[in-house]
């Protein structure tokens, strides 16, 4: 089936975010009493804050409430995404090129809203999206297929005309979950990533669609 819709992740993928996460993921983890680890943090990579709050509580279960974790990592990302993010290579330029292809767009974020919003206007593509989505506003984040099923649905695009752009393996999970095609340009997992993309590209400088999209009319 051909490609009318495109649902685009943001972490990692359109902004380098990855150091201001780990920020936050520090922040909790020293209130905490504890230490980062790349064995604990592949646990998470991903997911939304409220999420990755809970698999640290249930990891490291400290007296603190997931509630009262999942506020001090969610506010501390906030705060950081307000000094600005760096735009990844070719992501601005591709997120342009497809709008003014008529694609329509999708924005599927496990970020808070409040740092969505305003770092799509930093980078000047705010206008470029249809529809933005952030997973904490669903029931379930990535790996479920939750926010690009919704994604789908508010772009008025069936799930299988949809491609998911990705970064993460949860996130290409939840792509596969949702029965949407993923061009993904992996930040870790490159070899389970690779099984389950349905490209995988070192950089958005490499993505190219071919043909124009089918009217949603």
């Known amino acids: 089936m051909a490609i009318r819709a495109c649902i685009f992740d943001m972490d990692d993928l359109l902004v380098r975010s990855g150091p201001i996460w780990r920020i936050a993921e520090c922040a909790l983890l020293e209130r905490l009493g504890a230490e980062r680890t790349d064995e604990l943090a592949s646990k998470y990579k991903g997911m939304n804050t409220l999420d990755v709050a809970r698999v640290i ?3 490291l279960k400290p007296s603190l409430s997931v509630e009262k974790c999942q506020r001090i990592i969610r506010s501390r990302l906030i705060e950081e995404f307000m000094h600005g993010v760096p735009a990844m290579p070719g992501a601005v330029e591709l997120v342009r090129r497809l709008a003014a292809r008529r694609y329509p767009l999708a924005l599927a974020s496990g970020s808070p809203m409040e740092a969505i919003e305003p770092t799509l206007v930093r980078l000047g ?7 933005v989505v952030s997973s904490e506003m669903v029931k379930r984040g990535k790996p479920h297929p939750d926010v690009f099923l919704k994604a789908a649905e508010l772009l008025r695009a069936e799930p299988a005309e949809c491609v998911v752009f990705e970064d993460s393996l949860v996130g290409v999970q939840a792509a596969a979950a949702a029965g949407m095609s993923c061009y993904a340009v992996p930040s870790g997992h490159f070899e389970e990533i690779a099984k389950l993309a349905t490209r995988v590209y070192r950089s958005l400088e490499e993505v190219e669609l071919g043909g124009e999209p089918v009217s949603a009319e």
Do not use: M
């Not at 593509?125 to 529809?131: A, K, L, N, S």
């Open 57 to 59: 509580h249930a990891e």
């Open 125 to 131: 593509i705010r206008e470029c999206f249809d529809q």
